[in-house]
């Protein structure tokens, strides 16, 4: 039978028997080590589940028992946690390397943060998020839950430090081996909806297929309601856990540390989940209704954050009884030129009676666009401005929060309104609300008319 690091736990550690979903682990492990293309791998794994014991210790020892030319960096928020790992991993080799596949430990190189294979360039090192990587090489790197608990990962200065250090320290120590190209895994529960998870996963749009992040997650119970683990963690007791946190007010670690839904943080989030929840909340077809009129707003993007804004177009239709219905939308990451003449064609199909558009970041817009309109689709578009100065927040809160508490507002089925929704449901723990802060300006243009009337 080939020796796999499943094999090798099972060698060594019987009760991993019993871990069923770790044969997941190795399947999703094994596609990537063996693949020429998918060469980044993330994987979110509820708490106390293994998944430092098989990426962490296992991993690496395999490894280097099958091919002592690999050189492994062993990250995790600390370097007291990387070495336990690396040291596991080296008492895993100096006890069954010989017996397995004749590979042996270098003895004077044998430290707990550090170990060399004798006779070979294969080792195997630790450091802590925000250590310096100079002078390292790195075949295969493993980061292993980055975050040292939940206020590090609450805080977005913490976080903006966790992205830099692994861009420029961990990754570019990224070096083929004699059998593949430079592996990279992260492992890790949710705590937070733009964690290094998320920042990873936004960067793929711009990167190259081999470089692209693959993720997969695990949630202790699944959508059947099975418990991932059950002879270690039995659907009772993971219930009761459950109870547990929601009796201390603390249901959102539930969600993020087990079922990987890091959204439903009260610190995190602007308005609760049962805000979302309505039937109606989107419609593929617009329902009979009493439609007073139509706006739309128009939000330009900033440029602000690490994955770029987004801009925004939006018509909503008012109705007599206070509902309001996004019909359509544009939610864009595009030079603002495109964007000039993705909105001109978006507002001649989707016709408003007014279009109010933010001036903060190009007071010319609003020209701009109704020429292309005229040049393009021989149409020009009713537009007023507005030039905000009170804060994002404030203005989100007060055009959005009644309206989704007594659930009168209403997205047609798109998938910018999805992603709109999303965002909204996500404020202010994302680092993107350009689609909601459009909805917005639809909505206030719509304040402006009535207050006129």
Known sequence: MKLTPLLLGRLTWPWFKSAPHIESFEEKFLEMYNSPTINRLIVSVPVRHCKTTYFGTLVPAWALLMNP???????????TFSAEQVSKARDLIAEYGGILTGTYLDENCSRAQHFRIRGEMGECRAVGVSSSCAGMTSSLSILDDPYADEETALSATQRTKLEQWFSSELLTRGTPC????????????????????????GLNKDLSDENKWHHIEYKAI????????????????????????????????????????PTTNPQLIEFPKHYFTGEDLFYDILPPIDA?????GIDLALG??????????VKIIHCKNGHKYVDDSLLLRTPLGQFEQDCAEFFDRNDCDSILVETNFDPEFSNRLNNVAWINCHNRFYLNEVHHTNQ????IRKYL??????????????PANRLIVKQIEQLFSAKN????????IALEMYSALTRKN
Not at 234 to 251: M, R, W
Not at 433 to 440: F, K, L, M, N, Y
């Open 69 to 79: 030319l690999e050189r492994i960096i062993i990250a995790s928020h600390s370097l």
């Open 292 to 296: 007073q009129c139509s706006t739309g």
């Open 222 to 261: 699944n959508d059947k309601g099975e418990a991932l683990w059950p002879d270690m963690f039995p659907i009772e007791k993971l219930k009761q856990t459950q109870y547990d946190l929601e009796l201390k007010g603390l249901s959102y670690q539930w969600d993020g540390l087990y079922q990987q839904d």
């Open 178 to 201: 004699a059998n593949h190209p430079p592996k990279t895994i992260i492992i890790a529960s949710r705590r937070h909806s733009e964690d290094i998870t998320a920042y990873l996963l």
């Open 304 to 313: 602000k954050s690490e994955h770029g804004d987004y801009s925004c177009a």
């Open 433 to 440: 609300d350009d689609g909601p802060d459009c909805v917005c």
């Open 401 to 414: 929060s009644s309206l989704l508490r007594e659930h009168k507002i209403h997205f047609r089925n798109t």
């Open 392 to 395: 994002k927040e404030v203005r």
